[in-house]
C-alpha cells in the first residue's frame, strides 16, 4: 500500500536516490543529505516527526559514526554509533540539568570505562558494564563521602574503601551496597571494630529471579571481631 505524501527531491542513478537530496518519509520524519542506492548514505540530518534530529555519517540508512542526537525532551548524544545504535566514544547529556555520563559505550548501552555526573553533583569514574554500573570504580558522593573499590549492578558489591565525611571509615567486603563479611571499622576517634560484618536469614519471600533465597544484609556487625 503506498504511503500518502511520501516524497523526494534531488539526484537520482539507475531508478534510486543517489547522490543529494531530501526525502520526506509520508509520516513526519525528513531526511536531507546524501544517498546511495536508495539509502542515507554519508553526511545528513535527519528530522523525526517526534521532534528529535540527528546529524552526522549515516551508512545504508543508519547512523554510523559520529553523530549528534537532540533529543526533543532536551537529552542530547554526542559521540560514535555502529548501526544505529550507541558504540565508541561518547556523551549523552540529560535534560533539566541532570547531569550527563562520557565513556565509552557497545550496543547502545554504557560500557566500558566512564564517567557520570549526577544531578545532585555526585561523581563516579570507573566500570561500566550494559548499561550499570560494574567492575572497578570510584564514586564521590555529594554529602563528601568517597567509595573505591567494586561495584555489581550499580551496588557496591566485592571489596572496597569507604571514607565518610565526619571522619569513619569502612575497608572490607560489601554486598547490594551494605557492609558484609569480614571488614574493619574505624572511627573519627581512632576506635576501631575489626570482624565480621553480616546478619544471615533466608528470605522466604525473596524477589531474586532464581528464588534462592540470597542473605539479607543490613550491615550490623555480627560473629567474632575486635
Known amino acids: 500500500e503506498p504511503i500518502v505524501n511520501r516524497k523526494y527531491e534531488g539526484e537520482?542513478?539507475?531508478?534510486?536516490?543517489?547522490?543529494?537530496?531530501?526525502?520526506?518519509?509520508?509520516?513526519?520524519?525528513?531526511?536531507?543529505?546524501y544517498f546511495a542506492n536508495g539509502l542515507y548514505q554519508g553526511n545528513g540530518l535527519l528530522k523525526h516527526k517526534n521532534g528529535d534530529t540527528t546529524r552526522g555519517s549515516w551508512s545504508r540508512g543508519h547512523p554510523n559514526g559520529d553523530i549528534k542526537i537532540n533529543f526533543h525532551n532536551g537529552d542530547q548524544y554526542i559521540g560514535e554509533m555502529l548501526n544505529g545504535k550507541k558504540h565508541g566514544k561518547g556523551k549523552f547529556t540529560f535534560c533539566n540539568e541532570k547531569g550527563y555520563y562520557e565513556g565509552t559505550y557497545a550496543n547502545d548501552f554504557a560500557h566500558g570505562r566512564g564517567v557520570r555526573i549526577y544531578l545532585d553533583g555526585s561523581k563516579y569514574v570507573g566500570e561500566y558494564s550494559e548499561g550499570e554500573i560494574h567492575g572497578e570504580g570510584m564514586m564521590f558522593y555529594a554529602n563528601g563521602d568517597q567509595y573505591l573499590g567494586q561495584w555489581?549492578?550499580?551496588?557496591?558489591?566485592?571489596?572496597?574503601?569507604?571514607?565518610?565525611?565526619?571522619?569513619?571509615?569502612?575497608?572490607?567486603?560489601?554486598?547490594?551496597?551494605?557492609?558484609?563479611?569480614?571488614?574493619?571499622?574505624?572511627?573519627?576517634?581512632?576506635?576501631?571494630?575489626?570482624?565480621?560484618?553480616?546478619?544471615?536469614?533466608?528470605?522466604?519471600?525473596s524477589e531474586d529471579p532464581d528464588n534462592v533465597g540470597l542473605p539479607l544484609t543490613d550491615g550490623q556487625r555480627h560473629g567474632f571481631g575486635v
Open 12 to 33: 537520482w542513478i539507475d531508478g534510486k536516490y543517489h547522490g543529494k537530496g531530501v526525502y520526506s518519509s509520508g509520516d513526519g520524519d525528513v531526511y536531507s543529505g
Open 152 to 205: 555489581m549492578n550499580g551496588h557496591r558489591d566485592g571489596k572496597g574503601v569507604l571514607r565518610m565525611t565526619y571522619g569513619d571509615s569502612y575497608e572490607g567486603h560489601f554486598k547490594n551496597g551494605a557492609f558484609y563479611g569480614e571488614g574493619k571499622y574505624v572511627y573519627a576517634d581512632g576506635g576501631y571494630y575489626s570482624g565480621e560484618f553480616k546478619n544471615v536469614r533466608k528470605n522466604k519471600h
